[in-house]
């Protein structure tokens, strides 16, 4: 533990090496070491796991074959951050669980996605254990990269060698860590670059390659010049006749029953036909090229035991005939596009951004919430962590039947007139409640100037996107003329031959659109990375310019907000680092304590509980799930407890070689053992004699103490003398000890306290009072303000009403709500005359008139300065709170309540009588706002009414079988109530 600690310490020197390590979690500390760690060429920091990389915009010392010894088979945290850590822990975890691992490298375009699997790449060439073949497979693995990218590369605005395709890459290993070979998976290849390029941004890397590098016999050969002025994008590398080409891309082929018509092409589809060929033979000679890297790279370790005449499998076992040679695993590197927002985003941009949101969504579900499931499933207590969830956004892209590409294809399918701009208008029909879903023609005004006619724009996990829906039929469509297929086909170019074979030329089958392809390709994708166990790399940029030295704090704050780089620290700083199936970590480091080694005989969780008692682990260093409730895992908190494990355990194999040969040489050195057993049988004997003697006079010992504790047994209930002070001291202590577990657990529980002692009696009377205002002091702080204000108004209604009405009981449990009706249900012109006055509450009640008591429904609203008797869009009176002199209700379960109101005039209205449900929430809230708690009546009998000034009548209540209210013979409204249940 030690030498991880001085380790970490020497590492800290500028800023903090590990984002968990920080004093304060808040954004502005996280900036702030980002920051000071950059200005010292620190590009790399870590959260937890996660590797955190900024792009220097720079060459850095920092990959060379130096660097890549120092962190081979070392712990995580043992050096400073760097990508060789993350590589090399991913690979020996491999090795270790045998299992299957990938990295998910991520950021924005520019971030340094690619230069990161790069190096990956390289340093994992470099460390593998190393013989000729295994040196052929790394050859062409690495020189399969700048093949790709030379290909699938291209100049953007904000990247000079930016990915246009998306690739996911299986490193495999066998058993023993030998690299046997790799398969890449090649996403979404931006074809529509071939044929058009937004302004500053250039074709893929390829074509200028070719011309600017290329030899003048080459040239010469291909026909072409060498200055790229003169192309607008490559047409020739095709094979077939000129004549039928021309015809092709001019005219199209009508079937009608066993004649054929050559239909000549408008310019548009001319146009169009020309570029659907160019992109489709850009794109399969990709996808080709591709295969061609697989099958390279796959079948060359195969390949060479076949030549040997035997079989990988024969050859591995003869050599390790204690390893399975049939298991592989793999470690996959995800390479993708980052987030894309140019000035003008079309279908290529909406595509790759919806990838991104895929692998948001799937960090969302392998880390964030992942991380909070199993702790909960563990019953581990832990600080929440609230967080984005993405899902949304993705189901707006690709839910069936209604998200964006289901509308695009069936636009693409639709007979008719189908456009952009149609398609455009099918979205904002179906998407145009949705709150991440915006366009021209649903936007307000100020939203709508920055919006085109033909854009939308989608409220991503990155920030909002503009899509400009020109192109988007076309791109999804992708379709390319059946006569040209046709003539592709029979083209004396044997690898355009073999790009076009696999397309059915007799097939009437419409192809599946790009969209849906993608998203099919996306979902397998993830189904891949789901199985997998994750390495993540998050990737920023430090500027836009690409400037070295220059760190843009709005930039790199946005990153990571978008990266959901806090809501990841605060769960590694809420949660735990590490979490194993305890009958793993126990087989790992059984042989670190004497009580599980070789074996341990009883339940996993009892062993592993044994095991980290023993190497000394701090209570707040782990937790451990319920066995009890099925829970089976360990979870330590710091990366540095489990790593000072790991170094013992790496220690502990040498002890047990150690062992191993002392069993040998026992075995050897037992006939010397015979010799020596007589000698030692004699000097057994004058031991035991000694031992005899030192156990008589320890019982002897034994024996006083004994006797002195009956004693003070005896005489414990006298004043304290030298008899009896020792028992009453351990009287103390034992009471005590037992009181510490057996303390109650809650404010309600009066009958747990242990009955004390005669010579505890006033201490334990105190610390009992101490336990329970410790309890009442947690609990207190405990409330939230909510429920404070909950408790105020339920006292103030307790007060009044408790003991006094025969309904109050019932309404003790119905908490109170902030208004009853919203200010959607009061009336515009209502709130239009009361828009000066803040309304403090509002309920829905029924007013009984004053001349006859004719049932009124009302709203009854409750502003700062006056009550409001509201109908429909008029307000039929105004009560000022200083009028109000007293409000009167039943002590019955009925719901009446009389507002006594001063008249002083004969024209002004007298008091009111009302009928609410909420009776004791209007009374409780109507004396808050206008501070009348002092007026409130509980009566019995009756009311009296002043229904104007001088002339009064009455309210008189009684009980029944069924609850009645109506006007009586003698003029009085009658209220009959049936009594309340006993509770």
Sequence with gaps: ?????????????????????????????????????????????????????????????????????????????????????????????????????????????????????????????????????????????????????????????????????????????????????????????????????????????????????????????????????????????????????????????????????????????????????????????????????????????????????????DIVFFFFPFQDPSKKTVIGLLDIYGFEVFNINSFEQFCINYCNEKLQQLFIQLTLKAEQEEYEAEDIEWEPVHFFNNKIICDLVEERHRGIISILDEECLRPGEATDLTFLERLEEQMGTHPHFVSHKLADKKTRRTLERGDFRLLHYAGEVTYCVVGFLDKNNDLLYKNIKDLMCQSKNAIVRQCFSCMDPDSRRRPETVATQFKSSLLKLTEILVAKDAWYIRCLKSNESKKPGQFDEALIRHQIKYLGLMQHLRVRRAGFAYRRKYEVFLQRYKALCPATWPHWRGEPADGVLVLVRHLGYFPNEYKMGSWINHRTKIFIRHPRTLYATEDAFEKCKHQLATRLQAKYKGYRAKGVFRKQKEAATKIETCWRGVQARKERDKRAWAVKVIKRFIKGYMTRGQAKVTDNSEYLVFVRQNYLNRLQDNLPKTLLDKTTWLSPPHVLAETSELLRKLHYRLMVRKYVRGITTQKKTQLQMKLIASAMFKGKKESYPQSVAQPFVDTRISDEDINARVLQMLRNEHIKYAVPMMKYDRNGFKRRPRQLIFTQAAAYMVEEARIKQRILYTALKGISVSNLTDSIVVLHITCEDPKEKGDLVLQCNHLFELVTKLCIIANKQNVVRVLQGSIKVEIQAGKESAVEFSTGPEPMVYKAKNGHLTVVATRARPR
């Design 1 to 313: 533990m030690l030498v991880v600690e001085g380790a970490l310490n020497a590492r800290n020197q500028v800023g903090i090496q590990d984002f968990v390590l920080l004093d304060e979690t808040s954004e502005a500390a996280f900036l702030s070491n980002l920051k000071k760690r950059f200005c010292k060429d620190l590009i790399y920091t870590y959260i937890g796991t996660l590797l955190v990389s900024v792009n220097p915009y720079k060459e850095l010392d920092i990959y060379n074959k130096e660097q890549m010894d120092v962190y081979m088979g070392v712990n995580f945290y043992e050096l400073p951050p760097h990508i060789y850590a993350l590589a090399d822990n991913a690979y020996h975890g491999m090795l270790a669980d045998f299992s299957n691992h990938f990295i998910l490298i991520s950021g924005e375009s520019g971030a340094g996605k690619t230069e990161a699997s790069k190096k990956i790449l390289q340093y994992y060439a470099v460390s593998c254990p190393s013989t000729a073949l295994l040196n052929t497979v790394r050859d062409k693995m690495l020189m399969s990269n700048p093949v790709l990218e030379a290909f699938g590369n291209a100049k953007t605005l904000k990247n000079d060698n930016s990915s246009r395709f998306g690739k996911y890459m299986d490193i495999q290993f066998d058993s023993q860590g030998d690299a046997l070979g790799g398969h890449i998976l090649n996403y979404l290849l931006e074809k529509s670059r071939v044929v058009h390029q937004n302004h500053g941004e250039r074709n893929f890397h390829i074509f200028y390659q070719l011309l600017d590098g290329g030899e003048e016999d080459l040239l010469q050969q291909l026909g072409l010049e060498r200055d790229r002025q003169h192309y607008s994008y490559l047409t020739q590398l095709l094979g077939v006749d000129a004549n039928s080409l021309q015809e092709g891309l001019t005219y199209r082929k009508i079937e009608a029953k066993t004649e054929q018509v050559l239909s000549p092409f408008l310019l548009d589809h001319a146009i169009y036909g020309r570029d659907a060929l160019a992109k489709a033979i850009y794109g399969h000679t990709f996808t080709w090229l591709v295969n061609r890297i697989n099958a390279s790279t796959e079948n060359t370790v195969s390949s060479f035991f076949c030549q040997t005449g035997q079989t990988l499998c």
